[in-house]
């Protein structure tokens, strides 16, 4: 009891309020000790996962995207075809009056109109089907890049096959 008097005396106040607020600290740091047995089952379950659908959405176009029979190639299409046509023609007259083909490729058809029209044929098909190809591996310039070149090297043809007549 000595000690506890010496404690509580007046000059000693300070010395009371520490051991006080030791004393107060410490009694709820012991009340935390829990043993995980003591645990409800419960908490060690998994939450309940709710899934709601979802409404699916398109993803937008990037902006080299596009549908191959837009209206651009459609008219690219169209104006390699008239200049094809019209390099057949301008071909198939030369070689009637007696010229020849510069083209070997062209000169292996060229013997009868329909080898010359097939070739021809072939040549747009092939234009169409490149273009296709670099359209469906994300070459968007270079699938117009292929009429345009056709269409130059046609009326190319056709403009060096008029002047040599």
Not at 34 to 47: D, G, T
Not at 127 to 151: C, D, P, Q, W
Request: charged share 15%.
């Amino acid at each position: 009891m000595n000690w506890i008097r010496s404690i509580l005396r007046p000059r000693t106040g300070t010395r009371t309020a520490i051991l006080l607020a030791l004393v107060g600290l410490c009694r709820p740091g012991m009340a935390q000790q829990v043993s995980l047995a003591l645990l409800p089952p419960r908490s060690m379950e998994p939450p309940v996962v709710v899934i709601r659908p979802t409404q699916t959405s398109r993803v937008p176009e990037a902006p080299g995207d596009h549908r191959f029979w837009d209206r651009e190639n459609s008219l690219l299409f169209a104006t390699s075809a008239a200049f094809s046509a019209a390099d057949f023609v301008v071909t198939r007259d030369n070689l009637r009056s007696g010229g020849h083909e510069i083209n070997p490729v062209v000169g292996v058809f060229g013997h009868s109109s329909a080898g010359l029209a097939m070739n021809f044929a072939g040549e747009n098909l092939g234009v169409v089907g490149l273009s296709y190809f670099f359209h469906k591996t994300g070459h968007h310039k270079m699938e117009r890049a292929v009429s345009m070149l056709n269409i130059g090297a046609s009326g190319a043809a056709v403009t060096f096959g008029m002047a040599n007549r």
